[in-house]
């Protein structure tokens, strides 16, 4: 074989090399999501629950004020805890934020929606809405729960059957949020108090105030609330010496209330939050240890009653 044939192969198989290599970085600059650049997106309020046939259902999102943030490079998915597959995703590539900073999806009739899903979309729970940086075809339905691109989550209920498998979405300690917390899911809304305080995927300043679709959470300015129940066994006689234990909902240590020989047990001067309380009872089994509770204001008769037996 001469010299020449010999280069002539070379310098062809380096074209070949050249333009496979173009072709790989040009897939996957193709199917690889926009980059988010700027500043954090989180999600700021969450409404899942109306009277009846459910049309007012809503996701918000918030830049921290800055506005006209783009969303180009981020999806939306509904987490559904009966299986922990995904059920929905909405891929936001060519929207923004408004000038206020706010983006929401929702059902039609919501004010401000910015994209609409159709209503009776967004499942009551125990489910999650989250927010990755990926595109929507990343998230067909039936996708498994995933941390992997995760920027922020919201794990709720508008019972108190906790979901653990969902919980994996929030930071470690960080508590599910009860909807229904005081009694009325129907008529609020899931969101973060102050508004957009809390930090990603931290549950802990969620409260339940009146729904503020793609404005400012505004809060309450009330006193700060109570918490309180019963210890009892499957007689109805009080239990005495239960270790209650608080945590979360902003506190920076956890609080303990040992039940009275009654069963009673309470807890005081709590701000409003999302709290963890867990029981421990030598000598007795409860179905479900550990419950959040939503605190906006005094909760009474949040009661544990143990097995039978136990």
Not at 239 to 266: D, K, Q, T
């Amino acid at each position: 074989m001469s010299r020449r044939t010999t280069s002539t192969r070379v310098a062809l198989a380096i074209v070949i090399l050249s333009a496979l290599s173009t072709a790989v970085a040009a897939k996957w600059i193709v199917s690889a999501p926009s980059r988010v650049v700027g500043t954090t997106v989180i999600i700021n309020e969450v409404d899942s629950d109306q009277v009846s046939t459910d049309t007012l259902e809503f996701v918000e999102l918030y830049d921290g004020g800055v506005g006209n943030t783009p969303l180009d490079g981020y999806v939306v998915v509904f987490f559904n805890g009966s299986n922990d597959l995904s059920y929905a995703a909405f891929d936001l590539d060519g929207f923004t934020t408004d000038a206020g900073g706010y983006f929401t999806l929702g059902n039609s009739a919501v004010p401000g929606v910015d994209r609409v899903f159709p209503n009776n979309t967004l499942q009551n729970g125990p489910d999650a809405v989250a927010l990755f940086e990926a595109n929507g075809s990343n998230f067909p339905t039936g996708t498994p729960v995933t941390t992997t691109n995760l920027h922020d989550a919201l794990v709720y209920s508008i019972t108190t059957t906790i979901d653990m498998e969902l919980l994996v979405l929030l930071n470690a300690g960080e508590a599910q949020v009860n909807e229904n917390g005081s009694g009325t899911s129907a008529t609020v809304s899931m969101q973060r108090l102050p508004n957009g305080s809390g930090g990603e995927r931290n549950t802990t300043s969620y409260g339940l105030m009146p729904p503020t679709p793609d404005g400012p959470n505004l809060g309450p300015t009330a006193a700060p609330v109570s918490l309180s129940g019963r210890v009892i066994d499957s007689t109805g006689r009080g239990i005495l010496g239960a270790r209650m234990i608080l945590e979360g909902g902003g506190l920076l240590e956890p609080r303990v209330s040992l039940s009275s020989s009654f069963g009673y047990y309470s807890f005081d001067s709590l701000p409003i939050g999302t709290y963890m309380l867990t029981i421990n009872s030598k000598g007795h089994m409860f179905a479900a240890p550990s419950r959040a509770v939503t605190l906006v204001d005094n909760v009474v008769d949040f009661d544990f009653i143990a097995e039978p037996g136990g």
